[in-house]
């Protein structure tokens, strides 16, 4: 059988480190498709294979620290069929292990929360021998983005969806074959209405846990794309270096190089000449460790360095004199805590920001096409909600129609969800304004980024008596430090100044609301 050991090329230096094995045993590849990266001190080089062929054997693994001549890669370059049936030939240990036990299984989409949500990446292809909880797509939502994961293993014997098709629940995603060795067989999950809910199970539950594979195989400080992608990057003249990849296991995948390339034309000729932080190799002065930043982390990062670059913030400092407010509170805990619900500050502030947006439609409403605004008729507020995976914003709808303790309840149900990884995305989507509270930590004032595509965002820090002057004396009150950040192109410093008065005399005296 005609074989070619692919090996290491001159790499112009003494040994270099692979940083990606671009493919799997039994993938049918094509004469220059990548199989290989390797990257040195001085670079980074795709290897590609010289003919068509089948991988029969791959000798090296991530990490690996290769020298010119190194065997990487045995091709067989008799069997150049089709992919699939390539590729199925090598899974079948035997014909009567095969024949036995071998079943197709539906893998179908999981309760998304939403109508619809797009398929930015479609992991698994045709052929592809595939582990249980491996990505088969990743999917956004405006709000999130998600791994959907093949409750089986096995093999992709067809997909059904393709990049950039819209999804919802229940729809076909992928049939997987699978066999005696596949562990996911063991559990007997026959393909039907009923046990497509075990595979949504699954696929949740695995939404809700972090990219595994992400932690054993990311290779800290180097970049993880496809071939596609890598060969996009070098035709764009972009530097890998500067995206973050969202895709599954922290890849690049095309659409952060569309999204990097959309960001630098919004930004006009002074943006596009941002020049980069530089990378320093810090364990030159001591020991350090590296972590790869949490799914959910990558994503709010890139949207705070998209609004940031976009947006002209400014902050509006004001204090609120919540003391009989507070009086109030505390005087209700027990009735609230005889519904079940913790009764905060931020419920109150939630209900006076639902009106002060009643009175100032403007601070509920998002720029379009360049010089358009949109006025939502309805007052959504999205909450930021710390956790250890990250931030998240979930939102409480049609606040100013909702009681206090209704509030209050959504406020806890919904950080209870953030905190334990089980907010869907609708939980997170339809928000007009957004409220990041650190009053129970403490601060006098901070400068929160605004939660685009909203305009306004109010920073909460922590109450605390002050000396107030009546016109005779000195009184102390309770005072609540308001920051609020919003889109100069789109609010004014009157109207913001107006907004957080506003602000202060409902939560000063909550009837001023009825007025
Ligand atoms: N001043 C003084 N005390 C305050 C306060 C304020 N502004 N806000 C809340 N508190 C008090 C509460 O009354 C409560 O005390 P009691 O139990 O005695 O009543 C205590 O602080 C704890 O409140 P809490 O944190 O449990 O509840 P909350 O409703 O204030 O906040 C939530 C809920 C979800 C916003 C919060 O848990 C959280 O995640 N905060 C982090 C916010 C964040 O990360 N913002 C992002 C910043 S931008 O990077």
């Known amino acids: 059988m005609p074989e070619e050991i692919i090996k290491v090329p001159d790499i112009g230096g003494d040994s270099a480190t692979v940083i990606e094995v671009c493919v799997k ?9 990548s199989i290989i990266v390797l990257e040195s001190d001085k670079a980074s080089m795709e290897v590609p294979a010289p003919k068509d062929g089948i991988i029969k054997e791959i000798l090296v693994k991530l990490e690996d620290s290769v020298s010119e001549g190194v065997p990487m890669v045995k091709l067989d370059l008799a069997a150049t069929e089709g992919k699939p049936e390539a590729k199925q030939a090598k899974q079948q240990p035997s014909a009567s292990t095969q024949t036995n036990t071998q079943s197709i299984q539906k893998v179908l989409t999981p309760d998304l929360g939403v109508d619809s949500a797009t398929i930015i990446e479609v992991c698994a292809q045709v052929g592809d021998e595939i582990q249980q909880d491996d990505s088969l797509i990743t999917i956004e939502s405006d709000k999130a983005s998600m791994d959907v994961p093949s409750p089986y293993a096995g093999i992709v014997k067809s997909m059904h969806v393709k990049q950039g098709d819209a999804i919802s629940t229940d729809m076909l995603i992928a049939e997987i074959s699978t066999t005696a060795s596949a562990p996911a067989t063991e559990t007997k999950q026959n393909v039907t209405a009923a046990t497509s809910d075990t595979a949504k199970t699954a696929a949740v539950s695995q939404t809700n846990k972090q990219p595994t594979v992400a932690t054993t195989t990311a290779n800290e400080g180097k970049y993880h794309a496809g071939p596609a992608v890598r060969k996009l990057a070098r035709e764009l003249d972009i530097s890998l270096s500067v995206l973050q990849g969202t895709g599954p296991n922290h890849r690049i995948v095309k659409e952060d190089l569309h999204g990097y390339i959309k960001n630098r034309m919004n930004q006009g000729g ?129 606040a100013n129609n909702l009681g206090i303790f209704e509030i209050a309840k959504q406020c806890v149900e919904l950080a209870t969800k953030a905190k334990e990884k089980k ?7 339809g928000g ?10 403490g601060g006098t004032a901070f400068t929160p980024i605004v939660n685009a595509p909203e305009v306004a965002i109010l920073g909460l820090s922590k109450s605390s008596m002050q000396p107030v002057w009546n016109g005779n004396e000195f009184i102390p009150r309770l005072m609540l430090p308001l920051s609020l950040s919003y889109d100069h192109r789109v609010i004014n410093g009157v109207q913001a100044a107006k907004f957080t008065a506003t602000l202060s005399n409902y939560l000063a005296d909550m009837r001023n609301i009825l007025l």
């Open 423 to 429: 907010l869907k995305p609708n939980d997170m989507q």
């Open 25 to 33: 045993l039994g993938d049918s590849i094509k004469k220059d498709e």
């Open 432 to 441: 007009c304004f957004t409220i990041s509270s650190l009053g129970a930590i």
């Open 270 to 398: 002074g943006g596009a000449g941002i020049p980069q932080i530089p990378q320093v190799d810090f364990s030159k002065w001591g020991e350090v460790t590296t972590e790869t930043q949490s799914r959910a982390q990558q994503i709010a990062s890139t949207n705070f360095q998209t609004a940031w670059l976009n947006i002209p913030h400014v902050t509006q400092f004001d204090q609120a004199d919540i003391t009989d407010l507070e009086n109030f509170r505390k005087g209700m805990k027990k009735q609230a805590e005889a519904k079940g619900v913790k009764l905060t500050p931020l419920a109150f502030i939630i209900k006076a920001c639902a009106h002060a947006i009643v009175a100032m439609p403007e601070f509920a409403s998002s720029l379009a096409d360049g010089n358009k605004q949109v006025f939502k008729k309805y007052i959504n507020i999205g909450v930021a909600v710390d956790t250890p995976f990250g931030l998240f914003v979930p939102v409480i709808k049609n």
